[in-house]
């Protein structure tokens, strides 16, 4: 690969880690073809852009990006790599949990989730956990409404019961 070339490769890439602000590093060697075939659907159905890239070009988009800080990362740009961007930043990691129900890969080396840095493939079930920013919102509803429905719902009964306390006294006379 020429140089221009690699320089292509390198802004692209740099470019989807600015666009995206969520990516996860894994290993997805000893994949065989239907394998990974299978992994790129589920990546397609989920929304997840998953790219297997050089180490050499994938630091040195890192560092092209500007985004943040990747120096953490680097130490985990060993052997093969495969980044998956995300929109929502737990979808990748329930992705891998489910694939690996079937399969050994693929293994996360590292992640960048809501600004932070999560390394080691140990770090997996902490990124399950993590709610999206949607969730949340739902969250914080939900709990926003719950009093309100609670005093609806109360009135709501408190009504009945009182008309009927009226009507039993109208009816005694």
Do not use: W
């Amino acid at each position: 690969m020429r140089r221009e070339e690699k320089n292509i490769v390198i802004d692209k890439i740099a470019e989807q880690i600015k666009q995206y602000p969520h990516f996860y590093l894994t290993d997805t060697a000893d994949l065989n073809a239907e394998a990974t075939s299978t992994l790129r659907r589920v990546c397609f159905e989920k929304e997840v852009k998953m790219v297997v890239v050089k180490n050499t070009l994938l630091k040195l988009a890192l560092e092209r990006s500007g985004k943040a800080d990747f120096s953490p990362l680097y130490d985990t740009l060993k052997g093969s790599t495969s980044i998956m961007f995300a929109e929502t930043g737990n979808v990748p990691a329930k992705l891998i949990k489910e694939f690996r129900k079937s399969s050994e890969k693929p293994v996360l080396k590292a992640a960048y989730v809501e600004e932070s840095i999560y390394v080691g493939d140990e770090q997996l079930e902490a990124l399950v956990a993590l709610k999206s920013k949607n969730e949340l919102i739902g969250d914080i509803v939900a709990l926003l409404q719950s009093p309100a429905k609670n005093v609806v719902s109360a009135l709501q009964s408190g009504g009945s019961k009182l008309s009927g306390v009226i009507k039993t006294l109208s009816e005694r006379e």
